[in-house]
């Protein structure tokens, strides 16, 4: 069981950078044996990923390709529980709902196949709200 708190999201302006949070609490597993992965609903529209991380801390973004050229890190503090997204130079497509999600993979490590894919996460936060202002 895991249980997942988002937190840092707010009202900022276009241009700013902002960390947003996510703390879990886990029950019969270790912190590390889950991927925690962030994905964003924006108004309107479907939910899609943004960035993850595996137990074994490889991360994964949404720009694959190239993953420089992303605006999102991702990183993780395993003896706080807790996964941090950082995004620089918002944007007003940045406003959305960001989640963050659990993913047992028992101390494997993921695949940026798995890590975009909501279907494996069995555990998710209620959101936090991101509105950037232009």
């Known amino acids: 069981q895991v249980q997942l708190t988002e937190s840092g999201g707010g009202l900022v302006q276009a241009g700013a950078s902002l960390t947003l949070s996510c703390a879990a609490s886990t029950s019969g597993h270790s912190f590390t044996d889950y991927a925690i992965g962030w994905f964003r609903q924006a108004p309107g529209k479907e939910r899609e990923f943004v960035a993850a991380i595996s137990g074994l801390g490889n991360t994964y973004y949404k720009d694959w390709e190239d993953p420089t050229k992303g605006r999102f890190t991702i990183s993780s503090d395993n003896a706080k529980n807790a996964v941090s997204l950082h995004i620089v130079n918002l944007n007003d497509g940045d406003t959305a709902i960001y989640y963050c999600?659990?993913?047992?993979?028992?101390?494997?490590?993921?695949?940026?196949?798995?890590?975009?894919?909501?279907?494996?996460?069995?555990?998710w936060g209620h959101g936090t709200q991101v509105t950037v202002s232009s």
């Open positions: 999600a659990a993913d047992f993979t028992a101390g494997y490590d993921s695949n940026w196949f798995r890590a975009a894919s909501e279907e494996h996460y069995d555990y």
